[in-house]
């Protein structure tokens, strides 16, 4: 049943969502003014690795959970605006998040917890430099949502024991997420190099979602529980529609 609390948020997560709302809004009229008019459409591959944590409330210390990310990317510039290259892009990927525990009670267990996304990020996308031979710098920022579509658990380390957990927090264990869905916003930068055969794009970055895994009603346990992600990958893009300009470099 989808109640009141499946869409709480709270008073940080308001202020990044109107924060990239401005963002967005911003945006709007710079893309209707007149700049140099552009029609760029490329499609291709992307590629990478995640290390993920969940903020979790209360507190569950971590390392690092590392996984490999994939998917599709597609890609519009619309224009050229003073020295800035404005598009967008839209990816559907892969990715393989969830937490990896810290435990220092002086057993050997070790945990990790597993969530499978399929995730579609939209993203602003402004480049500085060569549009078609040579490197660009890129910024790109925008929302990324996302389904959880199975869950798994990794145990080791002798006996299994949860006796001493820091602050007794063992919720955790041996219980799936409440919510499948997923949403935050993704910011990151790169450098792209163009040449005759496709554009390759190596980026970094960091997608701080907004919603919470675990039920974080007053009947939930976690009062926090959004997955954190640095992302590292490469993208491969290959023109399917060029401005024919000359002039372009």
């Known amino acids: 049943m989808i109640t009141a ?9 308001r202020t990044l969502l109107a924060t990239l709302c401005c963002v967005f809004l911003l945006s709007t009229p710079l893309a209707a003014q007149v700049g140099e008019p552009r029609s760029d459409f490329a499609i291709g591959g992307n590629a990478g ?25 597609a890609r519009y510039i619309s224009e050229k605006y003073f020295s800035s290259i404005c598009g967008v892009q839209i990816e559907v990927n892969f990715a393989q998040l969830g937490w990896k525990e810290l435990i220092e009670d002086g057993s050997e267990n070790q945990y ?7 995730q579609l990020p939209m993203l602003m996308q402004m480049g500085w430099g060569r549009e078609r031979r040579g490197l660009k710098f890129v910024f790109e920022a925008g929302p ?16 299994w024991d949860i006796s001493h957990r820091p602050n007794n927090v063992v919720y955790q264990y041996d219980h799936d997420i409440d919510r499948r869905f997923d949403y935050g916003i993704a910011v990151g ?8 055969v496709g554009h390759f794009l190596l980026e970094g970055r960091y997608y701080y979602g907004l919603a919470d895994t675990y039920d974080s009603s007053k009947q939930g346990y976690f009062a926090r529980s ?3 992600t640095i992302i590292a990958k490469i993208n491969y893009l290959f023109d399917l529609h060029r401005t024919k300009n000359e002039h372009i470099k």
């Open 5 to 13: 609390s499946t869409f709480h948020i709270g008073k940080t997560q």
């Open 49 to 73: 690795w995640t290390l993920n944590t969940m903020n979790f409330s209360p507190t569950i210390k971590q390392n690092y959970h590392q996984a490999p990310t994939f998917g599709f990317t």
């Open 112 to 118: 990790s917890h597993h969530l499978n996304y399929v």
């Open 144 to 159: 990324q949502i996302g389904y959880c579509f199975s869950t798994g658990e990794t145990r080791g380390g002798g006996a």
């Open 189 to 196: 930068l790169g450098l792209e190099l163009s040449t005759a």
């Open 226 to 228: 959004a997955n954190q």
